[in-house]
């Protein structure tokens, strides 16, 4: 964890943007796979993670603003516990660490709530994600289930995107220490892509690299030839040289941030010259997008900076037609590039999409767009010195939205149907950097993986 100083301070800054009352964070619990006793890796809450830092299963905290108090609730093992799973410090040490003063017995945790309740006084949640939190809320604030997301506090909510949307010092330097497991995670999948070798095998590797690097993985591994589905995990086939490998892989750092890169790599080493045209535009997309990026822009006029390097990539191409602002402002150039240029990282691959991801990237600046394409950017809103996003254009050929909408003849002033027909069997590629934003521009994390098309096929061979 990080020094107590770290979490004193994140509570203080909260403290002083939620007005009254109570806040509650509740800590995450083990989840069982298939039964009680055999449980998934565990995984804290961030938020709680972020504003208590402690990473072990049945806490919670409470921040009482009114009285200027801080309780941290939990129970010390009991022998039986530490038989299986071992001593852990003992709650006034833990709480110690996070220089947190009042420490109680879980028992206590709804005996404070109904406490306050009775007192009128307001409580302070965020958007619960978990069914056993949830039902937790639900009995502590006697309030059904199904209504417990809509009690949450937005104003408790803005006030963590406002804080944990800027990465400290601290946040940056555990980032960028990763960076290196990430770099790993991608060569090493450049080295296997080889024909002969199979999406699993591949996928079982990278998750090995994160889990001897610091964590597991950010999100659930895409490793698969058919990366014109965007989030493909399906590791079934085979690789033959000649396809395009698309891996989009992250790990957690050992205190929780994640990494999360794209590359598309040429099984074999040699992109076909088809490939490489198509690729060329998307690190050209990549680049042109980042290199636009710095604070007080709003993400997506870069977003739509990689929309018009791909539509006129695609129109050298002779794969869309006709005027290249017009078209991107229509959203022509959506059947290829789908998704949106990026998302905030920290210690969620998709950072504090827990508590709506609407809200945090555009908060109140800006409406998400309705366009197909443009609605599925995450973040739209002005960026801000610290913050850490990711850059991960992407053209795909999607035979059923390619079939969709030339039967409904959709934008056939832009989009060269007939052309397109010729690369259905294509598959996508999308390339993927981790970005900080600086005081004046942009710089990617860490060491940047081989993107270029002569590093890649260097890199595939061994070279
Ligand atoms: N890396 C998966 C995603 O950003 O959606
Ligand atoms: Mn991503």
């Not at 069982?32 to 804290?44: C, E, K, L």
């Not at 809509?150 to 963590?160: F, G, R, V």
């Not at 998307?282 to 390097?309: C, F, W």
């Not at 610290?386 to 050929?397: A, K, L, Q, S």
């Amino acid at each position: 964890m990080f020094s107590k100083e770290v979490y004193i301070k994140r509570r203080i800054k909260l403290q002083s943007k939620v007005e009254s009352g109570l806040i509650l964070m509740l800590g995450n619990n083990d989840s069982p796979m298939n039964y009680a006793d055999n449980v998934y890796h565990f995984r804290q809450d961030s938020t709680f993670l972020y504003f208590f830092g402690i990473d072990l299963q049945n806490h919670a905290g409470i921040i009482d603003i009114d009285n200027d108090k801080e309780y941290l609730f939990g129970d010390d093992l009991s022998v039986g516990h530490i038989i299986w799973m071992g001593p852990q410090p003992s709650m006034v040490d833990k709480a110690a660490k996070i220089g947190v003063a009042n420490v109680k017995p879980m028992a206590d945790l709804s005996k404070m709530i109904a406490d306050a309740i009775k007192q009128g006084r307001k409580i302070h949640f965020n958007p619960p994600y978990r069914g056993e939190n949830i039902m937790l809320l639900s009995d502590m604030l006697d309030i059904h289930h199904n209504k417990v997301k809509e009690a949450a506090s937005l104003e408790l909510t803005k006030a963590c995107i406002n804080i944990r949307s800027i990465k400290e010092p601290c946040e940056i330097i555990e980032l960028e220490n990763h960076m290196a497991t990430a770099y790993k995670m991608h060569t090493t999948a450049m080295k296997m892509a080889h024909g002969g070798v199979t999406e699993q095998e591949v996928t079982g590797a990278l998750e090995g690299v994160s889990m001897s690097g610091g964590g597991m993985v950010s999100f659930p591994i895409i490793c698969s030839k058919r990366g014109e589905t965007l989030h493909n995990h399906d590791h079934s086939n085979t690789l033959q040289n000649g396809d395009l490998l698309l891996v989009d892989a992250g790990s957690e750092s050992p205190l929780h941030y994640a990494t999360d890169h794209t590359r598309t790599i040429p099984v074999g080493g040699t992109f076909s010259q088809r490939q490489k045209e198509i690729y060329q535009i998307v690190v050209d997309a990549n680049n042109i997008s980042r290199e636009a990026t710095k604070p007080g822009m709003q993400y997506k006029e870069a977003h739509l900076v990689a929309a018009k390097v791909i539509a006129s990539g695609l129109k050298d191409l002779g794969l869309m037609k006709g005027d290249v602002d017009e078209a991107v402002a229509q959203g022509a150039h959506a059947m290829f590039f789908p998704h949106g240029l990026g998302h905030m990282i920290g210690l969620d691959v998709h950072d504090m999409e827990d508590y709506n991801d609407t809200l945090v990237g555009y908060m109140d600046e800006l409406p998400r767009s309705t366009q197909f394409g443009l609605s599925a950017l995450r973040l739209g809103r002005t960026l801000e010195p610290n913050w850490v996003v990711t850059n991960e254009p992407g053209i795909y050929f999607i035979p059923a939205l390619i079939d969709e909408w030339k039967a409904e003849g959709k934008f056939t002033d832009f989009i060269n149907y007939d052309k397109v027909e010729g690369y259905k069997d294509f598959g996508g590629i999308r390339l993927e950097d981790d970005i900080l934003i600086t005081e004046d521009s942009c710089r990617i994390l860490g060491e940047r993986i081989p993107i270029e098309v002569a590093d890649v096929e260097a890199t595939v061979k061994g070279k």
